[in-house]
């Protein structure tokens, strides 16, 4: 009888896990930020309002991140990395990635690449360069609707506050 109970009560804790937890192996972030970033040089034009987006996108042991931004004053910039799952830990939901940059749209003076260099804690020879990035991302404080979730980069402690979207099934033609 012990055995049953012991049984059962492990079953009702991972069902329980599970119902809490969105899966490990695939993760939907749609992330948004209004920000003001200073143009070059920062003394001869004013800051301007800019809408970055960044699409967090795990399935199972390949990751994309992409990185968009809408700025008032020059042409929009785009950064797509690609790469595979590294290690996980489940507990933390902390992601180890190695990440390599596979489109780009960048403008002279990029305020898009300048900020990516921080977020990412990358140097820029590295990343333009098309060298494996190594990244650390953590997902966490998933609301009880499994709706939003907040985004950590490691080491530079950048956080996103992102929306969780469902995941895209394959329609039938």
Same mark, same amino acid.
């Given at each position: 009888?012990? &055995?049953?109970?012991?049984?059962?009560?492990? $079953?009702?804790?991972?069902?329980?896990?599970?119902?809490?937890?969105?899966?490990?192996?695939?993760?939907? #972030?749609?992330?948004? +930020? !209004?920000?003001?970033?200073?143009?070059?040089? *920062?003394?001869?034009? *004013?800051? %301007?309002?800019?809408?970055? @987006? @960044?699409?967090?996108? #795990?399935?199972?042991?390949? %990751?994309?991140?992409?990185?968009?931004? !809408?700025?008032?004053?020059? *042409? +929009?910039? @785009?950064?797509?990395?690609?790469?595979?799952?590294?290690? &996980?830990?489940?507990?933390?939901?902390?992601?180890?990635?190695?990440?390599?940059? /596979?489109? /780009? /749209?960048?403008?002279?003076?990029?305020?898009?690449?300048?900020? @990516?260099?921080?977020?990412?804690?990358? =140097?820029? +020879?590295? $990343?333009?360069? =098309?060298?494996?990035?190594?990244?650390?991302?953590?997902?966490?404080? &998933? !609301?009880?609707?499994?709706?939003?979730?907040?985004?950590?980069?490691?080491?530079?402690?950048?956080?996103?506050?992102?929306?969780?979207? *469902?995941? &895209?099934?394959?329609?039938?033609?």
């Amino acid at each position: 009888m012990f &055995v049953l109970t012991w049984v059962f009560v492990l $079953f009702a804790f991972t069902h329980e896990l599970e119902r809490l937890v969105p899966s490990h192996q695939q993760w939907h #972030l749609s992330c948004r +930020a !209004d920000g003001y970033f200073d143009s070059q040089p *920062p003394q001869l034009t *004013p800051s %301007a309002v800019s809408e970055l @987006l @960044l699409t967090f996108t #795990l399935e199972y042991q390949h %990751a994309a991140l992409r990185y968009d931004l !809408d700025n008032e004053s020059s *042409p +929009a910039e @785009l950064i797509l990395l690609q790469g595979d799952v590294v290690k &996980v830990d489940f507990g933390a939901l902390n992601y180890q990635l190695q990440m390599q940059l /596979k489109n /780009k /749209k960048l403008n002279d003076g990029s305020m898009l690449l300048r900020y @990516l260099l921080n977020e990412l804690a990358v =140097g820029e +020879a590295q $990343f333009i360069d =098309g060298e494996s990035l190594p990244l650390q991302v953590q997902v966490f404080n &998933v !609301d009880d609707e499994q709706s939003r979730a907040t985004l950590t980069f490691i080491p530079s402690n950048s956080i996103w506050s992102c929306e969780i979207m *469902p995941a &895209v099934l394959p329609q039938p033609h």
